[in-house]
């Protein structure tokens, strides 16, 4: 409970329906500051703005939300206030830097204008995009043409004018990106280079955006599932985990024990797969092609059993609200074991290679530094910020599907740097099997979904068997699962960091509207501010530690 | 002694038109480059890695410039944004060049079909071969890598693929 600020803001503050603190917006502010330097919030979990356009008892047409975290990072609270006719608030970037780029992200998709924010300019939509189409009244399949890319010389020449630098003539402008080997795909870094050090550095974002929050819109809740695959690709059913467990958390449904424990088993392995490619990928960034197949080929087993399990290799569509899809098949734990075992041998073989390798060390050590504070204050998560030495993992902080009773340890860092975000992670898979070690001895009999016929599906034999099954699978799947209005938002540790999504239902089957927190999008707006001043190879290293993901970044 | 075809056809001739012999030639060295953006380039990392191994068609030796390379992978979604920078890549290319389209996305939009997708890349750059999938298996590249060393042997040599006509969207 935020004392000071309820102390100040006694006569201000209300709480509405679904517990979030409603002030008014010219109070903003100054309640966060407040929340900052008095009762600890320095963490922003991320900010969103709601339209509600068809929701005709809301006296205002759109509001903001803050998500907020304190030191502990256990609890989250959420602030929210209504923006006026003249769609316009205070900026709250000069408290927040990650402030800066989701303010960006609410100006571009609802229109809604920051006062005194540094930089307000379309991040995820096109240079020649009109309207702003997260807003109710925009069509969902109104494309628009993009002809040209953005030159981002806007931004360029007052960043590097602030960093004294007026002439460009010693200068040489350089895109790293967006069609680029190391930006893995469509990520776009703009450089101004001096011989080779970065002077200024501009990333610019939004190659991949499609529309993922405008499309859950315009679908049932378990047809969502499959989108959420494809936001980080690399753990599809983490995220699946994620959505369902916001949903869930609205619907106030406990999952089965042996649901919860496979959500464990599978979501750790995705965790490790995920963290394979990661780490796979910045070797060969370095040179160090061997290490990519001793990691990369053990995520072919994994492949193999996660197709026997749910029929695909990468997107996985495992989940559904209340629980998932089937149980776990004859040999699983055959499988499993054989896919550790790869993965262990393929671990241990790239450390017996780096570990000791004084090249390895000289190139990632000391290099791309993020402090603690900064990292807080950018809203990093995940082994991004545990590589700086904050002790914070969801897990851990606010345990869910009993990981309280799992014996693992957080892997973290103390410097910062590329080479503590590469060990984090090399030490987050060997924990991850430990977790499912333990998960998978202590694995329960019992149903894989709540028992609740208005949210999973009968079993098939009901289904062929009596009408009434029969009509509960019909109206399940053309109707969908009915959730309760609210607005919630609920988090799991990704494999990226906090991946949380924030949901505004309506009662009727389809969200009203879905947020994610996306962990990438903070660590991307770090990134400028971590290569600047380093060497342009060190660059490529920099992005690759941070484990930039296309999909979930843009989305 | 000789071995191979020496062996089998010792001080014999073979007789063939130039055009078959260097489509012969080109179809097992393939340079592709890889457009990939998003899941479909994470399968094509399988399709180049031990398992399924691309360089068993000859087709390994991945370009990251599209100046050295004759076949363009698209591989992953393709928004409004990113259209003029494929569009650029493609016109970098030189002929003969061809291109597979990978997974739903780049074929059709999948199922993005919003505001942010092309809605299919044939309306920017042409296609030679197309990929069902979402993402498409490992195998199903290969097959399409297969498809345009089918194309490449039917097709006369000296054609000039650059006096093809057409027109995309984003063509003045």
């Known amino acids: 409970m935020p004392k000071a600020f309820f102390e100040r803001f006694e006569k201000e503050v209300s709480i509405d329906a679904y517990g979030a603190y409603k002030l008014d917006a010219s109070l903003i502010l100054q309640a966060l500051h407040v929340l900052y330097q008095n009762d600890g919030y320095t963490f922003l979990v991320d ?44 900026s709250i970037a000069s408290l927040f830097k990650s402030a800066n780029w989701a303010e960006r992200e609410i100006w571009d998709q609802y229109g809604i204008h920051f006062k005194n924010h540094p930089n307000l300019k379309r991040i995820l939509n096109h240079k020649e995009f009109i309207g702003h189409p997260l807003r109710k009244d925009y069509p969902i399949t ?75 819109e315009n679908h049932t809740y378990n047809q969502i599932i499959p989108y959420t695959d494809r936001l980080n690709y690399c753990s599809a059913i983490l995220n699946n985990i994620a959505f369902a467990h916001a949903v869930e958390g609205i619907l106030g449904i406990e999952l089965p024990d042996r649901a919860q424990f496979i959500r464990v088993i599978i979501g750790e392995l995705s965790r490790m797969i995920d963290h394979l490619v990661c780490l796979a990928a910045i070797l060969v960034d370095m040179g160090a092609l061997t290490n990519y197949w001793y990691l990369y080929n053990p995520r072919e087993n994994v492949y193999d059993l996660l197709s026997k399990l749910t029929g695909a290799r990468l997107t996985n569509s495992y989940m559904r609200i209340g629980g998932m899809s089937h149980d776990l098949y004859e040999g699983f734990e055959h499988d499993l ?215 979930e970044l843009d989305r | 002694m000789a ?27 393939m340079w592709p480059y890889v457009f990939g ?63 597979i389209s990978a997974g739903a996305c780049a074929c059709s939009g999948g199922f993005y079909d919003n505001y942010t997708t092309l809605q299919g890349i044939d309306a920017i750059i042409p296609v030679d071969v197309y990929v069902a999938g979402c993402p498409p298996r490992p195998e199903a590249f290969l097959d399409a890598l297969l498809a345009i060393q089918k194309i490449q042997a039917d097709e006369p040599l000296l054609l000039d693929r650059a006096k093809r006509v057409f027109k995309g969207r984003l063509d003045a």
């Open chain 1, 47 to 90: 900010m969103t703005a709601i339209d509600y356009l068809h929701q005709p008892s809301a006296l205002r047409r759109f509001a903001i939300v803050y998500l907020l975290r304190d030191r502990l990072f256990s609890s989250v609270i959420t602030l929210k206030i209504d923006v006026d006719e003249t769609l316009a608030v205070d």
């Open chain 1, 142 to 216: 109104q494309g628009q043409l993009c002809h040209k890319s953005d030159d981002l010389m806007d931004e360029m020449t007052p960043r590097l004018k602030r960093k004294g630098i007026e002439s460009h003539d010693a200068l040489m402008f350089l895109n790293l990106g967006p069609a680029h080997p190391a930006s893995h795909g469509t990520i776009r870094t703009f450089v101004a280079l001096e011989a080779e050090m970065i002077r200024c550095a501009i990333s610019e974002i939004g190659y991949l955006h499609r529309g993922f929050e405008k499309s859950c």
């Open chain 1, 337 to 551: 074991h054989v896919c550790l075992k790869a993965i262990d041998t393929g671990v241990g073989d790239t450390l017996t290679l780096i570990e000791h390798n004084r090249i390895f060390h000289d190139r990632t050590q000391n290099v791309g530094i993020i402090s603690q504070e900064e990292a807080i204050n950018r809203s990093l998560s995940g082994p991004n910020l545990r590589a700086c030495g904050v002790a914070y993992d969801l897990r851990v902080n606010a345990p869910y599907y009993h990981y309280e009773s799992f014996d693992f340890d957080m892997a973290l860092g103390s410097v910062g740097d590329v080479y503590d975000r590469i060990m984090v992670r090399f030490e987050e898979i060997r924990q991850s099997k430990r977790i499912i070690e333990q998960a998978m001895k202590r694995l329960p009999k019992g149903a894989v979904c709540v028992a609740d016929r208005s949210i999973s599906l009968p079993p098939k034999h009901e289904v062929y068997g009596n009408i009434e099954g029969l009509m509960n699978q019909f109206k399940l799947v053309f109707e969908g699962v009915k959730v309760p209005p609210c607005e919630a938002y609920r988090a799991i540790e990704g494999a990226n960091g906090e991946l949380g999504f924030f949901i505004v239902s309506d009662g009727s089957p389809k969200p009203y509207k879905v947020k994610v927190r996306p962990p990438c999008f903070y660590a991307m707006a770090a990134y400028p501010s971590i290569i600047e001043g380093g060497m342009i190879a060190d660059a490529v290293l920099s992005l690759g530690s941070l484990n930039i993901i296309a999909g």
């Open chain 2, 3 to 29: 071995v191979g075809a020496e062996a089998i056809f010792g001080d014999s001739v073979i007789t063939s038109t130039l055009e078959s012999a260097l489509s012969w030639a080109r179809e097992s060295s």
């Open chain 2, 37 to 99: 953006t998003a899941c479909c380039a994470i399968e094509f990392m399988s399709v180049a890695s031990s398992k399924y191994d691309i360089s068993r068609f000859g087709a390994e030796v991945v370009r990251f410039s599209p100046r050295q390379a004759d076949l363009l992978i698209v591989a992953g979604t393709i928004s409004y944004k990113q259209a003029p920078i494929l569009k650029k890549i493609y016109d970098q290319m030189c002929e003969p060049k061809w291109v």
